[in-house]
């Protein structure tokens, strides 16, 4: 299969995705003004604690064994052993889940005043919090199994599906009933409960009772998984443990503010996790082409080019966004937004760095670099966070970020050789920087005056990239016209 049709097949994943992505941040984009009407920058401080925290458990409950599930299915064709692979995990993670959410019922007073401090209703949050960790398991594991076949219509379907649930019940309970921040997690809760039905519904043909489970199966799975873990545990750190420095530093408005600028760097997520989702099923199903290292190659560039663009856009017009979504309480969570845009790129690029060691089943470089990543951040938070406050949080991620992608380029290229255009790639991601940068230095005169500043900034800083990139775009341009003209 050719360079161009094996793209056009990413690209076609990727929108599907993207769809899902794209209807599931619109909608949250919607309800934005509502909350930071209803809320303050205090209450999005609990909030965000608890999210990030909840995010944290999450990943230790999985435990990476979606990682070997991934490795595992793809490495046989027999439905059997597959069904013994996927239940080995599911009921792992069941387990796992419902352990968990006793723990936490029985410790809520004590993880209330940890984090909490003197909010009342902390152990309440928790314990709903709990009892959602084993309903959701079943939803976590349909989506993914329907990305291993490849079904990336009804995994959207049910992503898409999970979303426009939890988004109308927040409606209903935070808006409409008024029950203040108990009410993003009634939502939750009932959220997972309602999707349940439809998972099980996907995983019917896959899922069987607790004997496919696998002592034997697991171990491989788990050893595996095992350099994955402080991989997962440092992409938390890196990523998600800002909140909780910022809460020790400074006030719980800055917890809001941050967790609001999180929230607009999101955006860009829909970009990165698309071509996320797509990417893993999408470059182990090649590997036995012949031309699969000229295609992952090609896949860099296209990343680079389209979804770097995309995040430059959120982060040019991040202060604008605020402006037309939120109350003036929220406009200073404008650079925190911008920089933090820049981050969801990097960690899309880790999973395209860290192919070639995935290939040669080498695991343990991206569990060492993301240790030393986390360890980084965590320096730097101590160090940045006093002197430039919440905004020092948001660059301390980007720089612990950019060195796994670094880091894993270079151990891949040893392992699994690809020939990327480093170089070109490079110099687009710096233009895409300093045009983001630019943007805080242009005359402030109005609303408008700067909005047209800002787009003339975006057009010339893509010409000149355009210019540059000529056969990556007349190749992108390919991949888009044939996929609508195939629609």
């Known amino acids: 299969m050719s360079v161009l049709k094996n793209l056009k097949n990413l690209a076609s994943d990727s929108m599907i995705y993207g769809l899902s992505g794209i209807l599931t941040r619109f909608i949250g984009v919607f309800l934005t003004p509502i909350y930071t009407r209803v809320y303050s920058p205090d209450d999005y401080g609990i909030i965000g604690i608890l999210t990030n925290g909840y995010f944290l458990i999450s990943i230790v409950l999985v435990l990476a064994l979606d990682n070997s599930t991934a490795r595992w299915f793809y490495d046989t064709e027999d439905h059997s052993e597959r069904k013994q692979i996927i239940n080995t995990w599911l009921y792992f993670y069941l387990l796992a889940s419902v352990l968990a959410a006793i723990f936490f019922v029985f410790t809520a007073d004590y993880w209330s005043r940890l984090l909490l401090d003197e909010y009342s209703q902390g152990p309440y949050l928790i314990k709903l919090l709990a009892i959602t960790l084993p309903l959701l398991v079943w939803p976590a594991v349909g989506v993914n199994i329907l990305r291993f076949e490849r079904k990336a219509k009804q995994a959207v379907f049910l992503s ?124 182990f199903s090649i590997i036995n082409q012949s031309n699969s290292k000229e295609v992952y190659a090609a896949s860099l560039q296209f990343y680079v080019l389209v979804v770097g663009l995309m995040c430059t856009i959120i982060s040019v017009f991040a202060h604008e966004a605020l402006v037309i979504l939120t109350t003036p309480d929220y406009y200073n969570a404008a650079i925190v937004a911008s920089i933090l845009t820049f981050n969801y790129l990097l960690i899309g690029l880790s999973n395209i760095a860290g192919l070639g060691a995935a290939i040669a089943k080498k695991t343990a470089p991206l569990g060492l670099i993301s240790l030393l990543s986390a360890a980084i951040l965590i320096g730097l938070n101590f160090l940045l966070i006093p002197f430039f406050g919440k905004e020092g949080a948001a660059i301390s991620i980007c720089i612990a970020q950019l060195i796994i992608p670094v880091y894993m380029f270079w151990k891949s290229q040893k392992l699994f050789y690809i020939p990327y255009n480093f170089l070109k790639n490079l110099t687009v991601f710096v233009a895409f920087i300093i045009c983001s940068i630019s943007s805080y230095y242009l005359p402030d005169g109005g609303f408008f005056y700067t909005l047209a500043l800002k787009a003339l900034l975006l057009g010339v800083t893509f010409a000149i990239i355009a210019w540059v990139n000529k056969e990556e775009l007349l190749k992108i341009r390919g991949v888009i016209m044939t996929r609508f003209t195939a629609s």
């Open 160 to 283: 898409i599906f999970q979303s426009l649930v939890l988004i109308g019940l927040n409606v209903l309970f935070v808006v409409i009933l008024r029950k203040g921040v108990e009410g993003v997690y009634y939502a939750q809760l009932l959220g997972a409960i309602v999707t349940l039905p439809l998972a099980a519904y996907f995983l019917r043909n896959w899922m069987g009772t607790p004997r496919w489970f696998s002592f034997s199966k697991f171990s491989e799975m788990f050893k595996y998984a095992l350099p994955f873990i402080p991989a997962s545990l440092g992409y938390w750190v890196v990523n998600l443990s800002g909140v909780f420095f910022v809460n020790e530093y400074l006030e719980k408005s800055d917890v809001g503010l941050y967790q609001i600028g999180i929230s607009i760097a999101a955006v860009a997520g829909l970009a990165t996790t698309a071509f996320q989702q797509a990417w893993s099923p999408f470059a």
